[in-house]
């Protein structure tokens, strides 16, 4: 049974940075995507960065791209996102989803244009003076 579960949020100045957890099970990590999503009050989920760790794809947002990175911990079971030069716009609850590599692409699950993904509950990222 797939899990996921997210830590690492709190509240940071603009500029600060962050490193967001996701503790996985269930699956090889080697034959998934997984990818950190956000969203915000009053709008829709987001893709911020998606990677496959069965082909070495990567998709990411470009209000992201150069500031986001994601990583891994193999004796921890655990992907990292790690968030540098926060702005406050980027203020959201933030999730991680896990979809099998074979069953999607990265720009699609970024894009949220596959519907069976694996969800985290979320972790508030808050980004204020």
């Known amino acids: 049974q797939v899990s996921l579960v997210e830590s690492g949020g709190g509240l940071v100045q603009p500029g ?3 490193r967001l957890s996701c503790a996985f099970s269930g699956f090889n990590l080697d034959d998934y995507t997984i990818g950190w999503f956000r969203q915000a009050p009053g ?3 987001e893709g911020v960065l ?4 069965a082909d070495g794809s990567l998709h990411s ?10 990583s891994r911990d193999n004796a921890k079971d655990t992907v990292y996102l790690q968030m540098n030069n926060l702005r406050p716009e980027e203020t959201a609850i933030y999730y991680c989803g896990a979809v099998a590599a074979r069953f999607t692409t990265v720009q699609d699950m970024c894009g949220l244009r596959y519907g069976y993904i694996y969800w985290g509950r979320g972790t508030q990222v808050t980004v204020s003076s």
Do not use: E, I, M, N
């Open 16 to 18: 600060a940075s962050l």
């Open 43 to 45: 709008k829709a989920r």
């Open 50 to 53: 998606c990677f496959s760790f």
């Open 61 to 70: 947002a470009d209000s992201v791209k150069g500031r986001f990175t994601l």
